[in-house]
């Protein structure tokens, strides 16, 4: 018998997923003063990483304010974590099982009643917010609250023109693809960006592009998105599919802007204390 | 009671300027060391400026849409004498160094 002391946090622990080490980096961030809320797990963007999406642009500070835990993970070949060279390292489906071996190894429980810290709260940005999406349809049991940023019902990684871009980084010939050349400048303008690595994980999401219909979070969710993000025109169609979802569209912010946006923070900050 | 006036710090890679998004102090905010300034935007991502200490705010440079180059003023706090010879830098931790690989290796298995 196992005695339940009533703590719905557990030790920090360490896990392979699947038999491989993932090596993503993962950093845990204790705030001063502790509310009584579960942990906040941050999933960031394509060519993105948690320096650049969550604490350059004040996140991280502002949810440690906020008496929030958080959790915050490079997805694999962004920030520091390794850059595997199998490309299923990269496939949607193992980062999502990744993430919630991280949660759980620091820390997260299932929702339990009459336990407020228990669950895990979860934000995500762009391509993090198509994770966030997923990982909250098919973990109910511990996901509590889902943010998503900068959203977009289809996948735009899943458009991609790979041949194309592989064919500008050998000789540079240029993209036709309008949605492929910009998020190869995007990638390439991305402080120490390994290109193998993006275009691997392109290359996984191409095999497992974003279904919003296929698993549906049930939670509450927030979405939020920049007035002038090209991805807005498909946030009737998400939203057709998240009835239960609030949505804040943020005046004069496009898709790389309304990261650092403080009426985004306060709003998810806000939403996230919930009950 | 001295005028200390902040630049634009150095934002890393090789970056020369940045727009002015919004400022999170207005004139006459008295703000503490590492509290968020300004948010602005690169042409990489977007940030906020974190406070290189406290002080009185005696005047904001740059209105939302402007563009300010690294090393031009952003801000003046009003600060005790004695502190008005410490030159303000950013509280930041040294930026992460880890391999960068410039081009696409495809051949690579």
Do not use: C
Request: avoid cysteine.
């Amino acid at each position: 018998m196992t005695m339940m002391t009533g703590r719905h946090e557990g030790p920090a622990t360490h896990h392979t997923v699947e038999g491989t080490d993932p090596g993503l980096n993962v950093q845990v961030f204790e705030p001063e003063s502790p509310a009584e809320l579960p942990p906040v797990l941050l999933i960031h963007g394509f060519a993105s990483s948690v320096a650049l999406n969550w604490e350059q642009s004040g996140w991280i500070a502002a949810l440690l304010d906020a008496g929030r835990r958080v959790i915050a993970v490079d997805l694999p070949g962004h920030g520091l974590s390794t850059a595997p060279e199998d490309v299923d390292s990269y496939s949607p489906s193992r980062i999502r099982a990744d993430l919630l071996q991280i949660a759980s190894d620091a820390g997260a429980r299932p929702i339990a009643a009459g336990h407020p810290s228990s669950g895990l709260d979860v934000i995500g940005y762009s391509l993090g917010s198509r994770l966030a999406w997923e990982f909250g349809a098919t973990q109910p049991a511990i996901v509590r609250r889902i943010v998503l940023g900068g959203p977009s019902p289809r996948d735009p990684l899943a458009e991609f023109d790979l041949v194309a871009a592989q064919r500008f980084l050998a000789d540079g010939t240029p993209i036709e693809d309008e949605s492929t050349a910009t998020l190869v400048t995007m990638a390439q303008a991305s402080p120490g960006s390994d290109m193998y690595a993006l275009l691997s994980l392109v290359e996984a999401v191409k095999e497992e592009p974003f279904d919003a219909a296929e698993a549906v979070p049930r939670q509450p969710v927030l979405v939020v998105a920049g007035e002038k993000d090209e991805r807005i025109e498909g946030l009737e169609a998400l939203h057709a599919l998240v009835p239960q979802a609030q949505v804040l569209v943020l005046p004069g912010r496009n898709h790389v802007n309304a990261v650092t946006a403080r009426a985004f923070k306060q709003a998810a900050i806000a939403f996230l204390a919930e009950g | 009671m001295a005028e200390l006036p902040f630049p634009l710090p150095d934002l890393g890679e090789g970056l020369i300027e940045a727009t002015v998004l919004d400022w999170l102090v207005a004139e006459g905010d008295q703000v503490e060391r590492n509290q968020p300034l300004v948010e602005v935007e690169t042409t990489k991502s977007s940030l906020e400026l974190p406070s290189p200490q406290s002080g009185k705010v005696l005047k904001l440079y740059g209105a939302p849409g402007d563009v300010i180059k690294v090393g031009e003023p952003l801000i003046v706090f009003e600060v005790p004498d004695d502190t008005a010879g410490i030159v303000g830098t950013v509280p930041s931790e040294e930026a992460p160094k880890r391999r960068v690989r410039l081009s696409a290796n495809l051949d690579e298995d």
